[in-house]
């Protein structure tokens, strides 16, 4: 199975202040079809979690532009521009490249 | 408005089964690939398994710790999915949560409880 690992696991930010979380998978997310089946979610307390990005850079509909998602092959990364109160949340990476897809362990944001 | 409602879910022993359901509106849910993704109590997520939808073929795929034990199948009349659970363990005690196929719709999960 491709392992994703995330860093940190742990992500205290000031408000207002940038906040990036990495994430690493085993092996190439490169699909035969040319795209890169990498998504991020964010994960609220006590909420289902949503998806913010797929295809590594695409941001889903009504997810704020502070959002932005980067990489390719193996690496990638979220970038939160400015973080506000209402990101903190858990955020996970998964591959949908290969079967089974598999999540990073996830990152916990949260406020200083 | 577009939304997933899972139901289900409950408490039982080891060894034992059951049914969870998920009601889809808002979307077509005949051509939709669905999922099922569970998370532990405190844990991360897990991609439990997947199913095609009927025009793809409607094949299903499942994680190596629910194949064998765990079946995904759709009635499209009712625009439904629903997760046979079987031989269940302890370790099966989650959230499940029905989502469309690429995760970019979830329900709010149902949890099933796996304790003697």
């Known amino acids: 199975d491709v392992v994703m690992t995330q860093s940190p696991l742990s992500l205290p930010v000031t408000l207002g202040q940038p906040a990036s979380i990495s994430c690493r998978s085993s092996?190439?997310?490169?699909?035969?079809?040319?795209?890169?089946?990498l998504s991020w979610f964010q994960q609220r307390p006590g909420q289902s979690p949503r998806r913010l990005i797929y295809?590594?850079?695409n941001r889903d509909s009504g997810v704020p532009d502070r959002f932005t998602g980067s990489g390719s092959g193996t690496d990638f990364t979220l970038k939160i521009s400015r973080v506000e109160a209402e990101d903190v949340a858990v955020y996970y990476c998964?591959?949908?490249?290969?079967?089974?897809?598999?999540f990073g362990p996830g990152t916990k944001v949260d406020i200083k | 408005e577009v939304q997933l409602v899972e139901s289900g879910g409950g408490l039982v022993k080891p060894g034992g089964s059951l049914r969870l359901s998920c009601a889809a509106s808002?979307?077509?849910?005949?051509?939709?690939?669905m999922s099922w993704v569970r998370q532990a109590p405190g844990k991360g997520l897990e991609w439990a398994g997947l199913?095609?939808?009927?025009?793809?073929?409607?094949?299903?795929d499942y994680a190596a710790p629910v194949k064998g034990r765990f079946t995904i199948s759709r009635d499209d009349s009712k625009n439904t999915l629903y997760l046979q659970l079987n031989g269940l363990k302890t370790e099966d005690t989650a959230v499940y949560y029905c989502?469309?196929?690429?995760?970019?719709?979830w329900g709010r999960g149902t949890l099933v409880t796996v304790s003697s």
């Open positions: 989502a469309t196929g690429a995760l970019g719709l």
């Open positions: 808002g979307f077509t849910f005949a051509n939709a690939w």
């Open positions: 199913i095609k939808s009927k025009p793809d073929g409607g094949t299903t």
């Open positions: 092996q190439s997310l490169v699909y035969s079809d040319g795209n890169t089946y």
């Open positions: 295809k590594v850079s």
């Open positions: 998964m591959q949908g490249t290969h079967w089974p897809f598999t």
